[in-house]
């Protein structure tokens, strides 16, 4: 199996050692505490459907099928997410054709809003804005995770670039376009977009039967891909880390391509949250959502000072290695992180999200302490050596993704 590359190697390259454990490890539980989110997420659509089942057991179901998916070869789970994605953007596509059929007036049955509904602009001040930003900025989280999957591909470097370069498009069509949509067929002021949610009210203004379950499946079909996704990338994290000395030697057991302890390893929390489905049904997801709080903050922030740096140095050493060149380096990495830091003051400021900022600091705290420890403790152990194992240049070459919402860059260092 390639040397998975992402977000924790990126980091543990352009920093020293507590900053490594701190940025791979962040990422590992982040991931791995999404992929109980998301089992949760999911077992409450089913349960909705099937109220006589317990939410446990389809939370455990879910964990069962992904984690045996994940331990198959990697050609299995590309099935899965291939059906996956084929539901999301066929769903997404279609309603993007009708919205702007009814926009346009030549729908039957519903008549064109016109440009009604996109007026007053901030009817209710700024403050709506600032909570749809906290809402909506994570939902970007994910796009960093493209390289853990780019190093088991024929051609990293050209399919990351190209999947950085269609990502872009894809962001303004399915996501802003279908916001476009709904705020153009749907009033600000409806009572359906907080009693049913945004989608639902649009796919009523269109006169669709049965929205809510509609998009009922879209979200169980979305968090069932993201759960698969976050298994397989959290076990390639994991195995990354241990070939870096970074982790217990046993994660990087690997057999027929696949790290066989790494994913088993990755879904632990996945099946301690079938424990905690159980235990505490009602508020278990509301905690875990407050345990995640703004880590993937913290992993933007760490791709792209280590982007800052690591591009300086390719520039100055190894220029034919820095295949596609960032525009506007490094302006663009430097307003990316002035973007990241108004979001944790404005999380700071709003007392739903406060609690997510402390939960996130203190993990990070954590993870920066156990970094010392270990610089510490290899400090010690390597006394006589000149090499400190450490900082050991990798056998694989080593693919850099830096990259948040509005910056990415892609290159090779020497092997």
């Given at each position: 199996m390639a040397s998975p590359t992402g977000p924790g190697r990126s980091a543990s390259v352009g920093s020293r050692q507590s900053g490594r454990l701190r940025s791979g490890w962040a990422f590992w539980v982040l991931l791995c505490t999404a992929v109980g989110l998301e089992g949760i997420g999911a077992a409450k659509i089913v349960t909705g459907w099937l109220p006589g089942t317990p939410e446990w057991a389809w939370v455990a179901l879910f964990m069962v099928v992904f984690c045996a998916t994940n331990l198959a070869a990697v050609k299995k789970f590309g099935e899965f997410e291939f059906w996956f994605a084929a539901l999301k953007v066929g769903a997404i596509s279609l309603f993007l054709v009708l919205g702007v059929l009814a926009v346009a007036g030549v729908l039957p049955g519903t008549g064109s809003p016109g440009t009604s509904n996109l007026t007053p602009l901030l009817p209710n001040g700024g403050e709506g804005l600032v909570i749809g930003l906290l809402a909506s900025v994570f939902a970007y989280g994910g796009l960093e995770t493209v390289t853990i999957a780019a190093a088991e591909s024929e051609n990293p470097v050209k399919g990351v670039a190209s999947a950085v370069r269609t990502a872009m498009w894809r962001i303004a069509l399915f996501c802003v376009g279908s916001m476009a949509?709904?705020?153009?067929?749907?009033?600000?002021?409806?009572?359906?977009?907080?009693?049913?949610?945004?989608?639902?009210?649009?796919?009523?203004?269109?006169?669709?039967?049965?929205?809510?379950?509609?998009?009922?499946?879209?979200?169980?079909?979305?968090?069932?891909?993201?759960?698969?996704?976050?298994?397989?990338?959290?076990?390639?994290?994991?195995?990354?880390?241990?070939?870096?000395?970074?982790?217990?030697?046993?994660?990087?057991?690997?057999?027929?391509?696949?790290?066989?302890?790494?994913?088993?390893?990755?879904?632990?929390?996945?099946?301690?949250?079938?424990?905690?489905?159980?235990?505490?049904?009602?508020?278990?997801?509301?905690?875990?959502?407050?345990?995640?709080?703004?880590?993937?903050?913290?992993?933007?922030i760490f791709i792209a000072v280590s982007q800052l740096r690591l591009r300086r140095v390719l520039e100055r050493e190894?220029?034919?290695?820095?295949?596609?060149?960032?525009?506007?380096?490094?302006?663009?990495?430097?307003?990316?992180?002035?973007?990241?830091?108004?979001?944790?003051?404005?999380?700071?400021?709003?007392?739903?999200?406060?609690?997510?900022?402390?939960?996130?600091?203190?993990?990070?705290?954590?993870?920066?302490?156990?970094?010392?420890?270990?610089?510490?403790?290899?400090?010690?152990?390597?006394?006589?050596?000149?090499?400190?194992p450490g900082n050991r240049t990798p056998r694989t070459p080593l693919l850099l993704l830096a990259c948040s919402c509005k910056q990415s860059a892609i290159s090779i260092l020497p092997p």
């Open positions: 949509v709904i705020v153009a067929l749907v009033p600000w002021d409806s009572p359906a977009v907080v009693e049913q949610g945004p989608y639902v009210a649009a796919l009523d203004r269109l006169g669709i039967p049965g929205a809510g379950q509609l998009m009922n499946v879209v979200v169980l079909v979305a968090l069932l891909s993201a759960m698969n996704a976050n298994i397989y990338g959290a076990s390639r994290i994991g195995y990354s880390l241990v070939r870096r000395g970074q982790g217990p030697k046993v994660l990087g057991l690997v057999s027929a391509g696949v790290p066989r302890v790494a994913v088993p390893a990755s879904s632990v929390f996945g099946f301690l949250c079938v424990l905690l489905s159980y235990w505490r049904p009602d508020d278990v997801f509301s905690w875990l959502l407050n345990m995640i709080g703004a880590v993937i903050l913290v992993v933007w190894a220029p034919q290695k820095l295949v596609v060149r960032m525009w506007a380096f490094p302006w663009l990495t430097w307003i990316a992180l002035a973007g990241m830091a108004a979001v944790f003051v404005l999380m700071a400021r709003e007392p739903d999200t406060r609690v997510q900022l402390y939960s996130t600091g203190g993990m990070t705290l954590l993870l920066a302490a156990a970094g010392y420890v270990r610089q510490r403790a290899g400090a010690r152990s390597s006394q006589g050596s000149h090499t400190d």
